[in-house]
């Protein structure tokens, strides 16, 4: 038996999974609202004891994390808890050894299920052969912008975090000039994150707005003011083939090109000629528009390489539980080592 978590600010999912199952379906799993634990190390030892009889006859002989927060070593931190997370500490808590317990950045666990997916699991958006063992890119818009990698060592592949989403945004029109411009008043540093993740979407909307390059109407305004979270509303609308307001829809649209035009540069980047995959939450909310036009025009424009882009596939994960995926193979991983 081995232990597989993902772990994040909102929420903690841990599942007990059998090597002779495998990872798609298992024997126990369970979901945690992060905010009411101290430390993971309190959600573990609350999860073995829950299982304690399981566990008896089948005991945990490896486990993986996958942490949103960067991995130093042997530890790590979630960034929107403040929890510090020793693998020493998480070992003595299942009761195995420590090198019996890997951390993983949460887009590094994304990253290594991605090899293992099926057709069920993904939205193809460019289906272009891939070249067998050449690199694989991840990008991920979610609360923020992940990105992660993957190489071939020979034998399999080998994931890589990254912090590519906090590298400079790179302008591809005179509306995304404007748009820095705009932000540079507000940010020391405009990253890829600061327009391209759900932190970004509100940035663009302001942005529209306040330059008057769209209107707001007044419904939209006093709906905005009461949500807790703009994102859903702006995206729901914009989404909406009868009502979407002008403002909704430019703002989704300039995402959708800022994204492709991001994902391209990481597949130039990583000459990801195995493919690109997009994670996160948002993709899988906006199908539609990342079928359209915008994408694709925004990720295949790269000049002289054009033709090289077209020929790289484009997938959206579907799957939400990748990174839960990811985390369980590199338990496994640990247990064949």
């Not at 272009?128 to 071939?152: D, F, H, Q, V």
């Amino acid at each position: 038996m081995i232990l597989a978590g993902d772990i994040g600010g909102t929420k903690t999912i841990l599942a007990l999974v059998s090597a002779e199952i495998g990872p798609r379906a298992p024997v126990v799993e369970t979901r945690f609202p992060s905010a009411n634990y101290q430390s993971l190390t309190d959600i573990v030892m609350e999860f073995v004891a829950a299982n304690a009889m399981q566990l008896t006859q089948n005991p945990i002989t490896a486990a993986a994390f996958g942490i949103a927060g960067p991995i130093i070593g042997t530890s790590a931190e979630v960034t929107n808890l403040g929890w510090y997370v020793e693998q020493a500490e998480l070992a003595a808590a299942i009761g195995i050894p420590p090198e019996h317990v890997r951390l993983l950045n949460d887009l590094e666990a994304t990253a290594t299920a991605v090899p293992r997916l099926l057709p069920v699991d993904l939205h193809t958006l460019n289906a272009s052969r891939p070249i067998p063992y050449a690199s694989i890119a991840i990008i991920a818009p979610g609360t923020g912008l992940g990105e992660a990698y993957l190489t071939w060592d020979g034998q399999q592949y080998r994931a890589h975090p990254s912090e590519g989403g906090h590298a400079d945004f790179a302008p591809g029109d005179r509306l995304q000039l404007a748009l820095v411009n705009y932000l540079s008043h507000q940010y020391d540093h405009v990253s890829t994150e600061r327009v391209c993740s759900g932190l970004g979407i509100p940035n663009i909307y302001n942005f529209l707005r306040d330059e008057k390059y769209a209107v707001e109407p007044d419904w939209l305004h006093e709906a905005l003011a009461e949500a807790p979270d703009p994102v859903p509303i702006i995206m729901s609308n914009a989404a909406d083939p009868e009502d979407a307001t002008d403002i909704c829809r430019r703002t989704l649209e300039t995402f959708v090109s800022i994204l492709g035009a991001e994902a391209g540069d990481l597949a130039l980047i990583l000459l990801a000629r195995g493919g690109v995959f997009l994670g996160g939450g948002i993709p899988p909310r906006i199908l539609p528009h990342l079928d359209g036009p915008h994408f694709r025009e925004a990720f295949i424009r790269k000049g002289r390489f054009a033709d090289l882009m077209e020929q790289i596939p484009v997938h959206v994960i579907l799957n939400p539980k990748t990174a839960l995926l990811g985390t369980a193979y590199a338990a496994l991983d640990i247990t064949t080592a």
